[in-house]
């Protein structure tokens, strides 16, 4: 006669409830503090490596509690972090998640006592924003953007490439060993050549980042570029910039948030072309249809825009709450043909639309493997949080837009009226 002894070890309590979110199906092997395991064999290894994890997710179930005990390295992911995500992602299309009913919440008390895990919740990671004011005012807009965006030049010096473009690249997909600066240039001279700039041009660089298409505009196509942005650190870096290039009688960026630019704010009249390369996400649900038409206004009759832009549907058109809180905060995504109609609404003719999803993919793929080949410099750079934020964040987005959960496109569009070259013709 033999007996089976019940497994005691933290993980075979943590993984039924666990897996009780996710319809029963647990899609990763556990691990626990104590060395105990449990889940498929063949499954990427997530180890719980202390009772804070636990506590962040408890106090917040979900992503977001996911995301802290992540951040705060009290989850570590063995291996592919990607294709971790990429087996729950597809457990949960299969099949699906679900609420815990209160005989569950029973049992995860009970599991919280035995393990020791009660108490009050860790305090939240430094990494994470913290907003306050009323949504979408200049204050607070100038808060979200600082909270990424003014990280450090430094930092984005190291996981950017030498043209400082943070945005989707235009990969030539039958150059498997382009370098990420030439798809990034590539992009640039895409959004150039349809904007239509010739020497001598007024282009509005709108959310201008470090200038990569103001700086881009001004050497290639002499166009005298307007450019605004909301951190002082990209004001900076792109002022240098263009002095260092000698181009600073070409290029004139001020830190302006996007509501307070006039036509007459940079010199007489409306500007030839406007660009919003991968600002829009962070102008607003209720916000984009007053912005849509003040880009109409700021245009000359028979001006262009390009709008490159990320589109999302769902639950969360922010991008989710660890987007929302760690990367973007107040970030909207709409889907792309909603975006359009407020373009046509405010006046505008949309003339074209590319999608860039896969581009994406490569793009982030491309910073992830930077990060991955210096992330000691970026914890000794950055903070250890910092660096899982970004590590979370681009392998995370890149099977976003993989997967087809995000996209990203190029809206083209007009000013209907006369183009003034053409009269001077």
């Not at 951040?71 to 815990?100: K, N, Q």
């Amino acid at each position: 006669m033999s007996t089976t002894t019940r497994p005691r070890g933290a993980a075979h309590l943590i993984g039924p409830l666990a897996a009780a979110f996710l319809n029963g199906v647990l899609p990763v092997r556990l691990r626990a503090w104590d060395g105990s395991e449990t889940g498929p064999e063949n499954a990427p290894r997530v180890t719980v490596r202390d009772r804070d994890a636990l506590r962040h997710i408890l106090a917040r179930p979900g992503e977001l509690g996911l995301s802290r005990a992540y951040v705060t390295g009290g989850i570590e992911v063995e291996g592919d972090l990607t294709e971790a995500l990429r087996r729950v992602w597809a457990s949960v299309r299969e099949h699906g998640t679900s609420l815990p009913g209160p005989r569950t919440w029973a049992r995860i008390a009970h599991v919280a006592l035995v393990l020791g895990v009660v108490g009050p919740p860790p305090p939240p990671p430094a990494a994470e924003a913290r907003t306050g004011g009323r949504l979408h005012s200049r204050q607070r807009d100038a808060a979200a953007i600082s909270h990424h965006y003014d990280a450090g030049n430094d930092l984005y010096e190291l996981l950017l490439d030498e043209t400082m473009a943070y945005s989707c690249a235009l990969w030539d997909e039958d150059e498997p060993e382009q370098s990420l600066a030439g798809a990034q240039r590539a992009k640039l001279d895409l959004v150039c050549d349809k904007l239509g700039l010739t020497k001598g041009d007024r282009l509005l660089d709108v959310g201008c980042g470090w200038g990569s298409l103001t700086l881009h505009a001004a050497r290639w196509y002499g166009a005298r570029v307007a450019a605004v942005t909301l951190s002082e650190r990209q004001r900076d870096h792109v002022h240098r910039r263009a002095e260092e290039e000698g181009l600073d009688q070409l290029v004139d960026v001020r830190l302006l948030h996007h509501r307070d630019i006039e036509p007459d704010t940079f010199g007489p009249g409306p500007f030839d072309a406007v660009a919003a390369v991968e600002m829009g996400e962070h102008v607003g649900r209720d916000t984009y249809a007053p912005f849509a038409r003040q880009l109409h206004d700021l245009l000359a009759p028979g001006g262009s825009l390009l709008v490159q832009q990320m589109s999302r549907r769902g639950a969360h058109p922010g991008g989710g709450p660890f987007i929302e809180r760690y990367v973007a905060p107040d970030m909207h995504m709409r889907p792309l043909g909603e975006t359009v109609g407020l373009l046509e609404e405010a006046g505008l003719e949309v003339r074209g639309v590319q999608a860039l999803r896969e581009h994406y993919v490569r793009t982030a793929r491309a910073w992830s493997d930077t990060l991955e080949r210096r992330f000691d410099e970026l914890v000794s750079l950055a903070g250890p949080q910092a660096a899982r934020m970004w590590r979370l964040y681009l392998a995370g987005g890149a099977l976003a837009f993989e997967e087809g959960r995000m996209g990203v496109d190029q809206i083209l569009a007009r000013r209907p009226g006369s183009d003034p070259a053409e009269a001077d013709a």
